[in-house]
């Protein structure tokens, strides 16, 4: 049985979809692997990021991306928020925003 993949809001698919292409055919391509496998996908696709956050790494010739998500109950994968990656480093302000809406969709 499939995984279903949800946007945390609107806003976080149209981010993804102004990504350059490669980066985007990159994340369509983990996308895929995402729904078949669920949790069982891990580096160099996915990065755990620490109580239940975890991390898409796609990347192409024109950069990289990163899409936070988690896991709900049924089967259900929400991603929570997006970004073109610009540093070596994750920013703590777009982790925070991610742990942030992590919570609401969690029900804490």
């Known amino acids: 049985m499939l995984y279903s993949i949800e946007y945390f809001h609107l806003r976080v698919k149209d981010e ?3 990504w350059p292409a490669g980066v985007l055919a990159d994340y369509a391509r983990m996308m895929e692997l995402l729904m078949e496998f669920g949790p069982d996908v891990r580096m160099p696709h996915s990065r755990t990021m620490g109580d239940g956050l975890f ?3 796609p990347r192409g010739r024109e950069g990289i991306g990163r899409a936070f998500y988690c896991f709900l109950i049924g089967r259900r994968i929400v991603i929570l928020h997006a970004f073109i990656k610009k540093s070596q480093n994750t920013p703590y302000r777009e982790l925070r925003t991610a742990r942030k809406r992590m919570k609401e969709v969690q029900g804490d």
Request: a negative charge; glycine letters at 0%; proline letters at 0%.
């Open 55 to 57: 991390e898409l790494r």
């Open 16 to 18: 993804i979809e102004t």
